[in-house]
């Protein structure tokens, strides 16, 4: 079974410009996540989905991100524009409910 | 408002032995716990959860013990082999948050051979 995949794998782009981080989450899962990591605030969650809804963003961190689920097999995340301090490890997971979720392996994000 | 809290940055333990990882937290809505371990340059893969009607759960050389009264659980391994050497993270869930997870900030396990 194939587990969560991201792309890309590291994106390195310069302040100001569009990113986009994609996600296609295990078949079946109901529930999508999107995480950032960075050394100093750890593993946070931004965002999350059920059923291709958006149910909890309170962690997205401003106006600059956003991100979408147009059906059950794919979502994106988007920094516009970007800053340096969104450069971070962004990780996608995906669960049914109140099961462990699965992650991929992340996107680094380096912002010049 | 770390919920979760990993209190040792890292840890260090000869082969063989037994690694302890160790996991506070606050909230007694919590009643769900899992660990993750994390290799460098991939994501959290998961590891063994307990739910909080249980103070024990055994997988294989992988055991994690909860006590509510202490809000406090803990990760054994045993015996510990290099390949388990990773971040390993504790995480906790309220069914009245939704299917959110709270990590806690990680601890470096290094197993020596």
């Known amino acids: 079974d194939a587990g969560v995949i991201q792309s890309p794998r590291h994106e390195v782009t310069e302040m100001g410009q569009e990113v986009t981080l994609r996600c296609k989450p295990i078949s079946g899962h109901d529930y999508l996540f999107w995480y950032r990591q960075t050394m100093m605030r750890g593993l946070e969650l931004l965002i999350y989905f059920n059923n291709n809804v958006p149910i909890d963003d309170s962690g997205m961190p401003e106006d600059r991100f956003s991100a979408k689920m147009p059906n059950a097999s794919f979502s994106t995340l988007k920094i516009q524009p970007s800053e340096p301090r969104d450069s971070a490890v962004y990780f996608c997971?995906?669960?049914?409910?109140?099961?462990?979720?699965?992650f991929g392996d992340g996107t680094r994000l380096s912002i010049l | 408002d770390q919920q979760v809290k990993q209190n040792s940055p890292s840890l260090s333990v000869q082969e063989g032995r037994i690694s302890i990882l160790n996991c506070d937290y606050t909230n007694s809505m919590f009643d769900y716990f899992l660990w993750y371990k994390k290799y460098p340059a991939e994501g959290p893969t998961f590891l063994i959860s307990i739910s909080s009607i249980k103070d024990k759960n055994e997988d294989g050389r992988f055991t994690v013990f909860l006590n509510k009264s202490a809000k406090h659980l803990s990760l054994h391994i045993v015996p510990s082999q290099p390949g388990d050497s990773a971040v390993y993270f504790c995480?906790?869930?309220?069914?009245?948050?939704?299917?959110?997870?709270?990590f806690g900030a990680g601890t470096i396990l290094r197993v020596k051979s």
């Open positions: 997971a995906s669960s049914l409910y109140r099961t462990p979720q699965h």
């Open positions: 995480a906790a869930s309220a069914k009245e948050y939704g299917n959110k997870l709270v």
